[in-house]
């Protein structure tokens, strides 16, 4: 009985150990410690152009649709400009209600520094998406590309996209 006794406590200690190092430890993904760059080479002549739209399958794209989403995004470019000007033109706007919760300045900083960096990224992906949709506009208008077979490949699934298909054929 006194050994039986024993070996269940030694079994208990064992698991209980176990789920303690599981929980304790640090978990090995998923976690980001940096920022990392994003590495865009900006096409500069029209080919290069239009192989980048390609790449971003913009060719798949109706006219419509391009212009919707540019729309959109010189849009969200003026809102991620203003979130980067405030951020950049007043530290301490960003930095004070930190300073309130009683942080300590160098996890304010570092929290500062992230958040430009991340306004900055965010400003830049944008751009980058408004000039590629604006440059497969522009190919399109000087009758650079011509990409009436790339769309008749797709599958409409709006009513819109049935009539524009229509029109093409």
Same mark, same amino acid.
């Given at each position: 009985?006194?050994?039986?006794?024993?070996?269940?406590?030694?079994?208990?200690?064992?698991?209980?150990?176990?789920?303690?190092?599981?929980?304790?430890?640090?978990?090995?993904?998923?976690?980001?410690?940096?920022?990392?760059?994003?590495?865009?080479?900006?096409?500069?002549?029209?080919?290069?152009?239009?192989?980048?739209?390609?790449?971003?399958?913009?060719?798949? =794209?109706?006219?419509? /649709?391009?212009?919707?989403? *540019?729309?959109?995004?010189?849009? !969200? %470019?003026?809102?991620?400009? +203003?979130?980067?000007?405030?951020?950049?033109?007043?530290?301490?706007?960003?930095?004070?209600?930190?300073?309130?919760?009683?942080?300590?300045?160098?996890?304010?900083?570092?929290?500062?520094?992230?958040?430009?960096?991340?306004?900055?990224?965010?400003?830049?992906?944008?751009?980058?998406?408004?000039?590629?949709?604006?440059?497969?506009? =522009?190919?399109?208008? /000087?009758?650079?590309?011509? *990409?009436?077979?790339?769309?008749? !490949? %797709?599958?409409?699934?709006? +009513?819109?996209?049935?009539?524009?298909?229509?029109?093409?054929?």
């Amino acid at each position: 009985m006194r050994k039986s006794r024993i070996i269940y406590i030694i079994i208990f200690l064992i698991v209980l150990g176990g789920i303690f190092f599981y929980f304790k430890k640090e978990p090995s993904f998923g976690v980001i410690s940096e920022f990392q760059e994003i590495s865009w080479v900006r096409p500069t002549t029209d080919d290069q152009w239009k192989e980048d739209v390609k790449n971003e399958q913009l060719n798949y =794209r109706f006219d419509f /649709q391009l212009e919707e989403m *540019r729309a959109n995004l010189a849009e !969200k %470019i003026v809102k991620h400009k +203003d979130d980067l000007d405030r951020l950049v033109e007043c530290p301490d706007c960003y930095k004070y209600p930190l300073q309130k919760e009683g942080l300590k300045t160098a996890e304010i900083d570092q929290r500062y520094t992230e958040q430009v960096a991340q306004a900055r990224e965010e400003y830049e992906r944008v751009g980058r998406s408004l000039e590629r949709i604006e440059n497969e506009q =522009r190919l399109r208008q /000087q009758g650079k590309v011509e *990409r009436i077979q790339d769309i008749l !490949k %797709i599958q409409p699934s709006t +009513d819109r996209e049935r009539e524009e298909l229509k029109k093409l054929k």
